[in-house]
């Protein structure tokens, strides 16, 4: 989704005699590139910002010569430059998880009409850091930020795990045995939760179906940070009797794997994580 551009062609003739007028065209001419669906030519540039076309050019110039602005050898147009990325990316790093994560959440929840979580890793437990409902949403379950559920039956839990290398895993599985719930996990080497994280990798989503809490299912992806690395996890809970888990699967999986690929992208994420993370070993 592009963001609308706040209209600058003509900068308010402030009387405070430290506004700068040239860096204000500067920074209109700049977001005018990043506006734009396509590279852009020198002459359209220039009517976009409401500039002479010498003018335009000078400020291009100044923004091809400090990085932040490129130009195409053979067109001749223009398009941002990584730097531009990297104005936003430390931006982003000044923001906590919570605040990043925010209008994607409120967005899902929004679409879906489903409550919709994020969680963190906590030792060998998940926490809640937030919590997205709307009014008409009714799912008797006490969890807030701040509490905590295992990380064997959750979908969420399951989706912070999918990718932990397999020394990690044996000795939380080990971990495990003293807790009588989950038994049928870890028995037979884990066999049940190794084959339900590969399940995982490979698709991409997490699925809970009336495990830890009866009556209730949820989807759920990992989100990862800059080195690709799994950092939290987002899910859509549902009571089961309003959908099946081929509806869970069918209608809620791909909104939930793309609100998790939102997020990623803004904790710096490129791409997809390759199949070599050392978990099934």
């Known amino acids: 989704m592009k963001i609308q551009v706040s209209d600058r062609r003509h900068p308010p003739r402030s009387e405070d005699r430290a506004f700068i007028s040239s860096l204000s065209h500067g920074l209109t001419v700049l977001e005018a590139v990043a506006q734009s669906e396509n590279d852009i030519a020198l002459t359209t540039l220039a009517k976009r910002v409401g500039l002479k076309?010498?003018?335009?050019?000078?400020?291009?110039?100044t923004l091809l010569r400090l990085g932040y602005l490129r130009q195409d050898s053979e067109t001749r147009r223009f398009s941002p430059a990584p730097r531009v990325l990297a104005l936003g990316y430390a931006y982003f790093d000044s923001l906590d998880?919570?605040?990043?994560?925010?209008?994607?959440?409120?967005?899902l929840s929004a679409r879906v009409n489903e409550l919709v979580n994020l969680a963190i890793i906590d030792h060998d437990e998940l926490v809640f850091i937030e919590r997205v409902?709307?009014?008409?949403?009714?799912?008797?379950?006490?969890?807030?930020?701040?509490?905590?559920?295992?990380?064997?039956?959750?979908?969420?839990?399951?989706?912070?795990?999918?990718?932990?290398?397999?020394?990690?895993?044996?000795?939380?599985?080990?971990?495990?045995?003293?807790?009588?719930?989950?038994?049928k996990y870890i028995e037979d080497g884990g066999k049940k939760l190794l084959k339900t994280l590969s399940e995982i990798r490979e698709r991409g989503y997490s699925v809970?179906?009336?495990?830890?809490?009866?009556?209730?299912?949820?989807v759920a992806s990992p989100i990862r940070d800059k080195s690709s690395e799994i950092v939290a996890a987002v899910n859509i809970l549902v009571p089961s009797t309003r959908m099946s888990l081929a509806e869970l699967k069918r209608n809620l999986a791909p909104e939930v794997i793309e609100t998790a690929a939102k997020i990623s992208a803004v904790l710096g994420h490129r791409g997809k994580r390759t199949a070599s993370n050392g978990n099934t070993r």
Do not use: C
């Open 53 to 61: 076309k010498t003018n335009t050019w000078r400020l291009v110039h």
């Open 97 to 107: 998880l919570k605040q990043l994560a925010a209008p994607f959440l409120e967005d």
């Open 133 to 183: 409902k709307t009014s008409s949403q009714v799912v008797n379950v006490n969890l807030r930020p701040g509490s905590h559920l295992p990380l064997y039956n959750t979908s969420l839990g399951r989706a912070l795990i999918s990718e932990m290398p397999m020394p990690w895993l044996r000795q939380y599985m080990s971990r495990l045995r003293e807790d009588p719930y989950a038994a």
């Open 208 to 218: 809970s179906d009336n495990e830890r809490i009866a009556g209730l299912r949820s």
